[in-house]
């Protein structure tokens, strides 16, 4: 499951694969009333994240981190959104992962700076879509838990090579 955090809007994305083939099950984004303060939109987030979770079952959930921004007060409310995304997780038993923007850009569309346009185009296409995902924040969700696949299926492949390389100098 890939979480994009916002205290207005919440996207989220869930895929599986197997192996090369992925397929995405579910996106959207968690949008509660802009007119209310942010502790209740933050406890609206939660409890529906909490019901996402509860349905799909998430073996990892990934995470995109803040970045540093101009308006301090926005950072802190982005803070405090992925601390609910954080918890909801954690109530749940789910292993979290965090990634930093640069970092889902550069293993969805192979480079750091790509724009929000290139990444939602690479999502469509490495899921096999027929249109861009919509809201940008699930696209953005996806992406992420398209980071932690790569990640994942790169440390598996890793891990392979060493026990591999182990069993040939034990050999």
């Not at 969805?108 to 096999?128: F, H, I, P, W």
């Amino acid at each position: 499951m890939g979480i994009d955090p916002g205290s207005r809007t919440m996207g989220y994305g869930v895929i599986e694969g197997e192996d090369e083939r992925l397929t995405a099950l579910a996106w959207g984004a968690i949008e509660p009333p802009r007119r209310q303060p942010l502790e209740f939109r933050l406890s609206q987030i939660y409890a529906e994240l909490l019901q996402l979770v509860d349905r799909w079952e998430p073996q990892y959930a990934a995470i995109e981190d803040p970045f540093v921004g101009k308006n301090p007060r926005a950072i802190f409310a982005l803070g405090q959104s992925q601390a609910v995304a954080l918890l909801a997780c954690a109530q749940r038993g789910v292993a979290v992962f965090r990634y930093a923007p640069a970092h889902t850009k550069r293993a969805v569309a192979d480079y750091g700076n790509a724009s929000k346009e290139q990444v939602s185009e690479m999502v469509r296409l490495t899921l096999g879509l027929d249109a861009p995902v919509v809201p940008e924040d699930a696209s953005d969700a996806l992406a992420v838990a398209l980071c932690h696949f790569h990640h994942m299926r790169s440390e598996s492949v890793l891990a392979r090579q060493v026990s591999d390389n182990a069993s040939e100098v034990e050999g």
